[in-house]
T-cell receptor, first 114, second 110 residues
Framework: DTEVTQTPKHLVMGMTNKKSLKCEQH?????MYWYKQKAKKPPELMFV???????INESVPSRFSPECPNSSLLNLHLHALQPEDSALYLC?????????????FGPGTRLTVT | AQSVTQLGSHVSVSEGALVLLRCNYS??????LFWYVQYPNQGLQLLLK??????LVKGINGFEAEFKKSETSFHLTKPSAHMSDAAEYFC????????FGAGTRLTVKP
């Protein structure tokens, strides 16, 4: 099973709302990632968790708050977002955080901030 | 820092024709290189990866890529395009993190 699941598929939220994105994998992978992808652009790395510890934070605004409750789950908590945060949010996982490992991506959550 | 450059933001081929998507890399150390495909409203799917075991790498769906150190290239090819190949293709290099090229949109004409 090489599946990464993400919920919800679509999310519309106002600028004052608090919401969370969820990502799950059952491949025994020990690294998990959040990416942001704007239309017609490549994915941009936001956060990396390795062995459930945050290892990379690409200077993401504090209105995005990641959480890794266990090795299979990754959450992204959203608060006071801006319209420019509307994008496809992709979760990925890999066997480890080493550069030789390929990443497996989920289908993404399409976020619209109104 | 490692990076990749994809030449051509849009490539259009006829069904049955050769597909060639170009990727050049920049890396001070032997790179780990990947090709991913993204269909509309979906996540990225791994097509193939290069990790120095062999210069010609075969992937899924009939795609393959050849690593050429002298040309710092990792171009993606498929002998005969199918309508279902229409998608966005990303080349990526992995170091401290994974860096993606800008992407190439492949259109397949009937």
């Amino acid at each position: 099973d090489t599946e990464v699941t993400q919920t919800p598929k679509h999310l519309v939220m106002g600028m004052t709302n608090k919401k969370s994105l969820k990502c799950e994998q059952h491949m025994g992978h020990r690294a998990m990632y959040w990416y942001k992808q704007k239309a017609k652009k490549p994915p941009e790395l936001m956060f990396v968790y390795s062995y459930e510890k945050l290892s990379i934070n690409e200077s993401v605004p504090s209105r995005f708050s990641p959480e890794c409750p266990n090795s299979s789950l990754l959450n992204l908590h959203l608060h006071a977002l801006q319209p420019e945060d509307s994008a496809l949010y992709l979760c990925a996982s890999s066997q480890g955080a080493l550069s030789s490992y390929e990443q497996y991506f989920g289908p993404g959550t399409r976020l619209t901030v109104t | 820092a490692q990076s990749v450059t994809q030449l051509g933001s849009h490539v259009s081929v006829s069904e049955g024709a050769l597909v060639l998507l170009r990727c050049n890399y920049s890396s001070s150390v032997p790179p780990y290189l990947f090709w991913y495909v993204q269909y509309p409203n979906q996540g990225l799917q791994l097509l193939l990866k290069y990790t120095s075991a062999a210069t010609l790498v075969k992937g899924i769906n009939g795609f393959e890529a050849e690593f050429k150190k002298s040309e710092t290239s990792f171009h993606l090819t498929k002998p005969s395009a199918h309508m279902s190949d229409a998608a966005e293709y990303f080349c990526a290099v992995s170091g401290q993190d994974m860096r993606f090229g800008a992407g190439t949109r492949l259109t397949v004409k009937p």
